[in-house]
């Protein structure tokens, strides 16, 4: 049985994103990217075949994790319906992190001689990291009030900051001054490790909700059943509904941005050499992630004196200015550290902010898996058609600073959809 406001479950609970962070930072953002578009330009000429075709690397990199956002939109509604009806949110969350965490060491093998089954691996990474997240989120209002969720949401997005970075600095260490990993794609055996480990804290002390478990044969119909009961309860209530359409909006802008930033600078900015790429690329991601410490923190304290919608509007604002500078002007090693310093301001506090608005929004309920459930489906799909446009952009115009262009427009999309959120619960 959960006991709200617990603090050694709340600490249990931000412990996963110390665990589970280490993905979005060196296997999404710092050191697979690299690696990636590194080996396949100088293996394959920077194009991958695939049925027949070839794609531009980027590009297709975008299409493989935009494929594993709609795995995990398709199942995970059917799952957090089950995990709702039988107290199995633990279960599932241990599963995607083990699909995960095991699929980011398969990555170790990666190799252009059996790069579809190498992508194969980045795929299960990537759904084994989102599929998790869906029953992670769930807990939130669960094991707090209301009134603590904007402050646990950013402590949790600050532990896995540190933690992601710490691991980072210890893989460069390994990596640069003891030699003692010969490749650096041996140290995505450390992500893995490091994810699974660290995740048995969260795991060992995170206890069930305690619900009464149903009939087996009740489990598959009873997950169709939760998502029309959620279906309909989100039709009543208009500014929770509302809310959705904007989020699906920035948060696709805001997650491709994280997904395509290390590819984008790898090819847009103009580097003297490829060590100083390399060590360049990395540095801003360290900004980044050091930044959004005291970003998450400080959307925070602001959305306390100003609210949560008015602190996401003024952050999808400071996300228009970014992708339009970088558009015009960003063409520096320079230049892309001011780039990567104002993405770390705002980068973790909106997660955390758009995390917790969601759940005090949240109607008095104990299916709280199904509820993030859709708030999982709307990012998911959004973040396939994030990726999928950036990459189909390149591929057709044969560059990928005009991607950014429709970043713009879906950041400006999501703020006028802000605009329409109801200040007051309906």
């Not at 904007?150 to 260490?173: K, P």
């Not at 795991?203 to 998502?227: D, H, N, T, V």
């Not at 709280?368 to 859709?374: E, G, I, L, R, V």
């Not at 991607?403 to 605009?419: A, E, K, R, Y």
Request: hydrophobic share 50%; glycine share 8%.
């Amino acid at each position: 049985m959960i006991v709200k406001n617990d603090k050694k479950t709340i600490r249990a609970w931000t412990f996963y994103d110390w665990a589970n962070s280490v993905y979005p930072l060196i296997i999404s953002s710092a050191i697979f990217p690299i690696f990636y578009e590194k080996i396949t330009k100088n293996n394959l000429g920077g194009l991958i075949p695939f049925m027949g075709g070839t794609f531009i690397n980027t590009a297709f990199y975008g299409y493989v994790v935009a494929l594993s956002y709609l795995i995990v939109a398709i199942s995970s509604p059917l799952l957090s319906g089950i995990a709702d009806y039988s107290d199995s949110k633990k279960r599932f969350l241990q599963l995607f992190c083990y699909l995960g965490s095991f699929s980011c060491m398969a990555l170790s093998f990666f190799s252009t001689d059996y790069i579809l089954l190498s992508m194969l691996a980045l795929m299960f990474a990537s759904v084994g990291y989102w599929g998790s997240l869906v029953f992670y989120n769930a807990y939130l209002p669960e094991i707090a009030d209301a009134n603590q969720h904007d402050s646990i949401s950013a402590r949790g997005f600050s532990m896995g900051y540190v933690g992601s970075s710490l691991l980072l600095i210890i893989i460069l260490v390994l990596a640069v001054f003891t030699k003692t990993i010969p490749k650096i794609q041996y140290t995505f055996l450390l992500v893995g490790l490091w994810w699974i480990g660290f995740a048995q804290i969260t795991f060992r002390r995170l206890p069930s909700s305690g619900k009464q478990i149903k009939e087996k044969k009740q489990l598959l119909s009873s997950g169709y059943k939760e998502l029309k009961n959620v279906w309909h309860e989100l039709k009543k209530h208009i500014q929770l509904r509302r809310f959705l359409s904007s989020y699906f909006m920035y948060n696709m802008g805001v997650q491709t941005i994280m997904i395509m930033a290390v590819p984008f600078a790898a090819k847009a900015i103009k580097w003297e050499n490829e060590n100083q790429q390399q060590t360049s690329l990395i540095v801003s991601i360290l900004i980044i992630q050091f930044l959004g410490i005291a970003g998450a923190f400080l959307m925070s304290r602001l959305s306390s004196i100003i609210g949560n919608i008015k602190t996401i509007g003024i952050t999808i604002m400071v996300w228009i200015a970014i992708c339009v500078c970088t558009f015009l002007f960003v063409d520096t090693p320079v230049e892309f550290y001011f780039v990567a310093a104002s993405v770390g301001l705002v980068m973790g506090g909106i997660q955390a902010l758009s995390r917790s608005t969601y759940s005090k929004m949240l109607p008095k309920t104990t299916d709280h898996a199904s509820y993030f459930s859709f708030f999982d489906v709307s990012e998911k799909i959004g973040l396939a058609i994030g990726t999928t446009t950036f990459g189909l952009i390149e591929d057709l115009t044969g560059g990928i600073r005009n991607s950014v262009l429709s970043l713009i427009i879906i950041f400006i999309v999501g703020f006028i959809l802000l605009l329409r959120v109801p200040k007051k619960v309906n």
